[in-house]
């Protein structure tokens, strides 16, 4: 008896942990229907972890080293598809310019027909390829010249809106390209006259502000009205510029310096002179004597 | 003996109701738990010996079983129970603060999930296991092993005195 006591005291522990996994079993195999004792299955059981283990380390480093195989064919892979969107980049950059061109040419084909079925003058199109490189508003330089009909003097107009707009006027034709002076050019003047009350008035470059000409001989009773008719047109009275042609709006009266009769005003021109690609030059055959003799007069 | 024995009952209802019902919605990280059971289970074993963290952790499996509607019941038991005689490594590992504490506890949960899988596989079926180890085991070891730092301080500030005696029994 006291064998068997001093056995149990010495392996208590061993026994209650026995005596508690007996217990558990024995609870699962009647409480789990599912659970049949399976020699082969419990042995399974056994070794199942260790080839879970097993299986997840080896999976572990095969995965390992297939994701830099991946990593190094995904990096390819995106660098390819940059190249390929930066070319769609270009590709898309090209289409809208060759769409802003279409509808540029269009409108100038457009421009052309009109005057030439309302006028009945000649033209010709040409793209503006240089400017003055100080004033962009103020030079530009036309890809056709003496060769294809172009001579001095000749009138320039340029489409926006829907609208034929005075641009200038040819100074110097080479025989492959032209120079023209712009409307904002200080040395550039045209009769003109206001929509609203036809009074005939004198329009004239200025460098004061890019887009702003200078409306000469504004009669004192004239007042911007909110109707929106404070357009100024070509009067047509000169020899160089037909009538009927805007070159812009109104924006601000002031009284004139030099004559007290009359006022001045600065006038917006309606087509941005710094971003325009193409214009039409009217073939208009001026005579340098007439002109001469106008020069002479206006002086 | 009585006043220790309605302890561990009541803590054994509180980790049973804090595990169960809905308010630990509170302490819950990815609708994952600490292993409670696990902690309180070890620290039992390491300050009051290993048959009482057996005891405590056959008792804690069991009632867990029964009031969660376990469908095999005895399975965490026999798990807890392993487990609770596990923390005689502390013959060896002598723990006394901490670190050694977290230590002790971070084997246990790996001797745990060891278990878990072998019995797994004998009782429960194979997606219970690998939802185990892919949904909760990382984020349940992390969580239980912080959990365990402030449980074992203050484990140690009510039963200084058992774990000297634990020790010089050992």
Not at chain 1, 113 to 119: D, G, K, Y
Not at chain 2, 7 to 15: Q, Y
Not at chain 2, 118 to 141: A, M, P, R, V
């Amino acid at each position: 008896m006291r064998i068997v006591k001093g056995f149990l005291y010495k392996y208590k522990k061993i026994l209650i942990l026995f005596f508690l996994i007996i217990i558990s079993f024995v609870f699962m195999f009647t409480s789990s229907s599912s659970a049949v004792l399976n020699f082969k299955k419990i042995g399974l059981s056994i070794i199942f972890p260790f080839q879970y283990v097993f299986h997840a380390t080896g999976s572990f480093f095969v995965n390992t080293f297939n994701s830099i195989s991946e990593l190094k064919k995904s990096r390819q892979e995106i660098n390819r598809l940059r190249n390929e969107l930066k070319q769609y980049k270009q590709i898309i950059i090209d289409f809208n310019e060759l769409k802003n061109e279409i509808t540029n040419l269009n409108n100038l084909l457009e421009l052309k027909n009109e005057i030439e079925n309302e006028l009945s003058i000649d033209s010709i199109a040409c793209e503006v390829v240089g400017r003055n490189p100080e004033n962009l508003f103020d030079v530009l330089i036309i890809n056709k010249g003496s060769k294809d009909g172009i001579k001095d003097n000749m009138p320039v107009i340029g489409y926006a809106g829907g609208k034929k707009i005075l641009v200038g006027k040819v100074v110097e034709a080479t025989l492959f390209a032209s120079k023209v002076i712009t409307i904002q050019n200080p040395s550039f003047s045209v009769g003109s006259i206001i929509a609203k009350d036809r009074s005939h008035t004198i329009v004239q470059g200025s460098k004061k502000n890019p887009g702003i000409v200078k409306l000469l001989y504004v009669p004192k009773n004239y007042n911007i009205s909110a109707e929106e008719l404070n357009f100024v047109y070509t009067s047509g009275d000169s020899l160089l510029f037909p009538g009927g042609i805007e070159i812009g709006k109104i924006v601000k009266i002031y009284p004139s310096k030099k004559y007290e009769n009359f006022n001045e005003a600065d006038v917006q021109i309606s087509i941005d002179l710094s971003k325009i690609d193409y214009v039409i030059v009217l073939k208009i055959d001026t005579n340098k004597e007439i002109i001469k003799f106008i020069e002479g007069l206006s002086n | 003996m009585i006043k220790k024995i309605l302890i561990n009952i009541l803590i054994i209802c509180f980790l049973i109701s804090s595990i169960l019902f809905n308010f630990n919605k509170f302490i819950r990280i990815n609708n994952v738990l600490p292993d409670f059971i696990l902690i309180f289970t070890v620290l039992n074993g390491i300050f009051f010996g290993p048959i009482y963290g057996m005891i405590f952790g056959f008792a804690c499996g069991l009632s867990f079983e029964i009031v969660s509607q376990f469908p095999i019941i005895g399975f965490y038991a026999l798990i807890y129970t392993l487990i609770g005689y596990s923390t005689s490594i502390t013959r060896i590992l002598y723990v006394d603060n901490a670190f050694t504490a977290t230590i002790t506890i971070l084997l246990l949960i790996l001797l745990k999930s060891f278990l878990f899988l072998s019995l797994g596989f004998l009782f429960l079926n194979i997606d219970e296991i690998s939802f185990y180890f892919k949904n909760i085991f990382i984020i349940q070891t992390i969580y239980t092993v912080i959990i365990s730092i402030p449980v074992f301080l203050i484990y140690k500030r009510f039963n200084p005195k058992l774990r000297k005696s634990y020790n010089h029994d050992v």
